[in-house]
């Protein structure tokens, strides 16, 4: 079975601060691919990044890059030069090729706090 | 661009009465999803549809039931509401199956009294 882990359930960082948050996976599907997903209190899903199980290097988008590591099978979210647009909640989420068909499925969040 | 399109965006039910989330998106996607939000899980998938014409069971499929009526639209209904459907509700779309990005609508707070 799939599932997704994320084990912080809210983060604090200081506004310009880099922040980590974590994300670990598990799937028996050789392909696969890796999302996260930002949540503002107004309630939308925003997608951020991506990540192929095969892809060479880390991901990035702007501020956002994504820490993969697949023998540990983690992929963590680096949000550099924190603003305070940033508090939201934020969601990993999986989705195999095989196994997992079309289904992506997610983790519990995180939610970060960007302090002034 | 209005992209994925959920109606409606609140709605208060009574324990057993029935009704129908409708989702539309026009970006000529061919899956569709639909997911619950509850604090603390995340987003748990209801029902999907691979592509116009088929449908599937997710995580959490019992007490629902869906509709892809053309490759536009999917619905999810719910026939007899019970207080453990309270939640918030979000459809989205994909252009295919793979690894593609979701695509959601802003959401559905659904409370059954």
């Known amino acids: 079975a799939q599932k997704i882990t994320q084990t912080q359930p809210g983060m604090f960082v200081q506004e310009k601060e880099a922040v980590t948050l974590d994300c670990t996976y598990d799937?028996?599907?050789?392909?696969?691919?890796l999302f996260w997903y930002k949540q503002p209190s107004s309630g939308e899903m925003i997608f951020l990044i991506y990540?192929?199980?095969?892809?060479?290097q880390n991901a990035t988008e702007g501020r956002y890059s994504l820490n993969f590591q697949k023998a540990r099978k983690s992929a963590n979210l680096v949000i550099s030069a924190s603003q305070l647009g940033d508090s939201a909640m934020y969601f990993c989420?999986?989705?195999?090729?095989?196994?997992?068909?079309?289904?992506?499925?997610f983790g519990a969040g995180t939610r970060l706090f960007v302090k002034a | 661009n209005a992209g994925v399109t959920q109606t409606p965006k609140f709605q208060v039910l009574k324990t057993g009465q029935s009704m129908t989330l409708q989702c539309a998106q026009d970006?000529?996607?061919?899956?569709m999803y639909w997911y619950r939000q509850d604090p603390g899980m995340g987003l748990r998938l209801i029902y999907y549809?691979?592509?116009?014409?088929?449908?599937d069971k997710g995580e959490v499929p019992n007490g629902y039931n869906v509709s892809r009526l053309n490759k536009r639209e999917f619905s999810l209904r719910l026939e007899s509401a019970a207080p453990s459907q309270t939640s918030v509700y979000f459809c989205?779309?994909?252009?295919?199956?793979?690894?593609?990005?979701?695509?959601f609508g802003s959401g559905t707070q659904l409370s059954v009294l």
């Open positions: 989420a999986m989705r195999g090729t095989n196994t997992g068909g079309f289904k992506t499925i």
């Open positions: 970006m000529n996607h061919n899956s």
């Open positions: 990540q192929g199980s095969y892809d060479q």
């Open positions: 989205a779309s994909s252009v295919g199956a793979k690894r593609e990005k979701l695509f």
């Open positions: 799937t028996s599907d050789p392909s696969y691919g």
């Open positions: 549809s691979a592509s116009e014409g088929t449908t």
